[in-house]
């Protein structure tokens, strides 16, 4: 028997063996004519491969790019585009993920931002208006973390932590989400979508 396992691997493995092995007949052919006009073939089968990206203006480009690659550059046709020679299997270069520390996950690095621009700020209608904000974000943070740890007392004291004691907010003054519909009213509603009888 002959397995896909034993054979060897297949470079880009979305044209399929039959592709490679048409790459791979092309590269041994001695007349260059030949190799042109079979180079030529198996671009238009492998753009059959990807019907929705003839649209795209680098699509023959890239075409022939993985022509190249298949052959491992050894296909000696004239190329109607100029071919950097890359690896199949180079990975992209690892991103640098941030390691800032946060002090309370539940809000986020955003909250944390945003209290030190308050920290900052002049005290006034304008500073007043953006802890209201952050206030409230910060109220909606933790509820969607923890619905049982929720209530405005804690938020007005975990904003005045975060900003040294220079935002200081009762608990009054946080209002609740515009639009927000009570927690037991949502699971009504949801409750009465699930046993609603068709008639």
């Not at 002959?2 to 297949?10: A, G």
């Not at 802890?131 to 004291?157: C, F, P, T």
């Not at 949502?186 to 009465?192: C, E, P």
Request: hydrophobic share 35%.
């Amino acid at each position: 028997m002959d397995y896909n396992t034993q054979r060897p691997r297949l470079v880009l493995p979305e044209y399929g063996r039959l592709v490679q092995n048409m790459v791979d007949y092309a590269v041994g052919l001695t007349d260059r004519a030949q190799r042109q006009a079979l180079a030529e073939t198996i671009v238009n089968v492998m753009a059959g491969f990807f019907p929705a990206g003839r649209s795209q203006p680098d699509f023959r480009h890239k075409l022939w790019d993985h022509l190249a690659l298949m052959s491992g550059y050894r296909l000696d046709v004239d190329y109607p585009y100029p071919i950097t020679p890359k690896q199949a299997d180079t990975a992209p270069k690892r991103l640098p993920y941030p390691q800032s520390r946060i002090k309370y996950r539940h809000y986020g690095l955003l909250i944390e931002e945003l209290t030190r621009k308050l920290k900052e700020m002049p005290e006034g209608e304008e500073r007043r208006q953006l802890a209201l904000l952050v206030a409230g974000q910060m109220k909606r943070s933790l509820g969607e973390w923890n619905k049982d740890a929720l209530n405005d007392r804690k938020i007005v004291d975990d904003l005045a932590r975060y900003t040294d004691g220079a935002v200081v907010l009762e608990p009054e003054d946080i209002q609740p989400a515009r639009g927000a519909v009570p927690q037991a009213s949502r699971a009504a509603g949801r409750m009465n979508k699930r046993y609603k009888r068709n008639f």
